[in-house]
């Protein structure tokens, strides 16, 4: 994964929505607007759907900031794809999670995570690249992913939602670990990891 500091900073041209809402922050190219977002708290919003939501509202999820940035660079004409993956989320490269996890008897949980593909590089606006919550290690890198595939920011919603509870229910039928437990039940666990991270800022 790479930050924000990989994107280029490619100036803006006038455009439409999008492009004027980041020129009235005094981001006038990829990168700063890139950094803006990542700077921004990790919290839900209210109408992850809405294209400018993220920054109307001050905050945002993995899917929203990144569906924002796509969405952007559709306006500039650039090639950025919006990503959705699925890696092993653990209290190593998730910090925040670990405690939760280890209540419920799990070491990893499969999570559904979206991003930006830009010249063949992952960039993550939301991962936390120079901190972590109070006493806890920085995270570790996410290196591997069981699961990709490139979607339209509409798609960040109910579409990502299906993708992972597939993906959950197949994971539940292969792993011993979790042999006998509900779907509901370890998706109540997975809300309850994403709970745990609201407020600690950027995250994976």
Partial sequence: MHSWRSLDPVAFRTAGPLTSAFL???KKDLRSAGQYIHRLPYA????????LIVLSEGHGTCSTKHALLRRLAI???L???LVLGIYEMSGQNTPGVGKVLGRHGLTVLPEAHCYLRVAGKRID?????????ANQA???PISHFLFEED???MQITDYKTSVHKQF???WITDQREVAGRSLSEIWSVREECIASLSGLGPRA
């Fill in 75 to 77: 306006e500039q004409g």
């Fill in 125 to 133: 606006l939301t991962r936390s690249w120079n901190r972590s919550p």
């Fill in 151 to 153: 979607i339209d920011p």
């Fill in 24 to 26: 009235l922050l005094g």
């Fill in 44 to 51: 839900r919003n209210s109408r992850p759907e809405a294209p």
């Fill in 168 to 170: 959950l229910a197949q």
């Fill in 138 to 140: 920085p995270a570790q």
């Fill in 79 to 81: 090639d950025i794809a």
